[in-house]
T-cell receptor, first 114, second 115 residues
Framework: DGGITQSPKYLFRKEGQNVTLSCEQNLNHDAMYWYRQDPGQGLRLIYYSQIVNDFQKGDIAEGYSVSREKKESFPLTVTSAQKNPTAFYLC?????????????FGPGTRLTVL | KQEVTQIPAALSVPEGENLVLNCSFTDSAIYNLQWFRQDPGKGLTSLLLIQSSQREQTSGRLNASLDKSSGRSTLYIAASQPGDSATYLCAVRPISSGSARQLTFGSGTQLTVLP
């Protein structure tokens, strides 16, 4: 089955720790995105990547880092510099090429700081 | 900066009722508008995408309209069912997003359909 997978589904972090959230897609999409969702709020863009080995900051990149070494993978690291990391994190991907292509979303990872 | 607002934040209706969810955006310079459904603790499922040149899109019991000049979109759900209970999010792709094509989201309307 084609799709986007995120792991783990739930993640607990102690203060001061870095954690990495996984996002994998087998849709052959070039572009990938990371969003953060807080309760009762919409999604806010953290980072995005349009092509392998390239990525750009979104609206709330501080305290986060990403890499894009493979087309299929776009992991997100939440660093200790992120002051309020407890949230629901969603990864998305989009086909390349022209046109107004939809973004497809993964099932999300819920991160809780203890 | 583009802002997207959804009103109401929450809505409860009895089963069988027709309902309308509202979405407004501040900058009419958009490529498209998309409606998503989100179940609790889950990812987003795309329901309808309306290109900026279109006025509406339909899928089954769902109909979405777009009035770009006034910065408004509505999602109409006919004959609502308990299974429609979820949070509905709208998102626009601003022209200013360029090749990145990132979306700007509203905060959603949480819909509960009572049996």
């Amino acid at each position: 089955d084609g799709g986007i997978t995120q792991s783990p589904k739930y993640l607990f972090r102690k203060e001061g720790q870095n954690v990495t959230l996984s996002c994998e897609q087998n849709l052959n999409h070039d572009a990938m995105y990371w969003y953060r969702q807080d309760p009762g709020q919409g999604l806010r863009l953290i980072y995005y990547s349009q092509i392998v080995n390239d990525f750009q900051k979104g609206d709330i990149a501080e305290g986060y880092s990403v890499s894009r070494e493979k087309k299929e993978s776009f992991p997100l690291t939440v660093t200790s510099a992120q002051k309020n990391p407890t949230a629901f994190y969603l990864c998305a991907s989009r086909p390349s090429g022209g046109g107004n292509n939809e973004q497809f979303f993964g099932p999300g990872t819920r991160l809780t700081v203890l | 900066k583009q802002e997207v607002t959804q009103i109401p934040a929450a809505l409860s209706v009895p089963e069988g009722e027709n309902l309308v969810l509202n979405c407004s955006f501040t900058d009419s310079a958009i490529y498209n508008l998309q409606w998503f459904r989100q179940d609790p603790g889950k990812g987003l499922t795309s329901l309808l995408l309306i290109q900026s040149s279109q006025r509406e899109q339909t899928s089954g019991r769902l109909n979405a309209s777009l009035d770009k000049s006034s910065g408004r979109s509505t999602l109409y759900i006919a004959a609502s069912q308990p299974g429609d209970s979820a949070t509905y999010l709208c998102a626009v792709r601003p022209i200013s997003s360029g090749s990145a094509r990132q979306l700007t989201f509203g905060s959603g309307t949480q819909l509960t359909v009572l049996p």
